[in-house]
């Protein structure tokens, strides 16, 4: 089971768009590489479709989770 909590779901040209954050409680050991591209598309069928890169901002050591996303113009 995924630790981290599905916290936003976004539908955009039949791709489920997902942003997931881990609870509290998985937060210190859950992986950076999985924390710092926490965003990914799913087809209807459940298959993935493509995980975000790393936010190229801050440094190699640093928590950079997206925190938020959302549509713009459609």
């Known amino acids: ?3 981290a909590e599905i916290k936003q779901r976004i539908e955009i040209e039949g791709l489920e768009i997902i942003r997931r954050y881990p609870s509290d409680e998985a937060l210190v050991d859950y992986p950076r590489e999985k924390l ?3 965003i990914e598309a ?3 069928d459940g298959s993935l479709v493509w995980i ?3 936010c190229p ?3 190699a050591t ?3 989770a997206y925190m938020d996303m959302h549509v713009e113009d459609g």
């Open 1 to 3: 089971m995924e630790v």
């Open 36 to 38: 710092n591209r926490n």
């Open 42 to 44: 799913h087809k209807a």
């Open 52 to 54: 975000i890169q790393e």
């Open 57 to 59: 901002a801050g440094g």
């Open 62 to 64: 640093e928590d950079k």
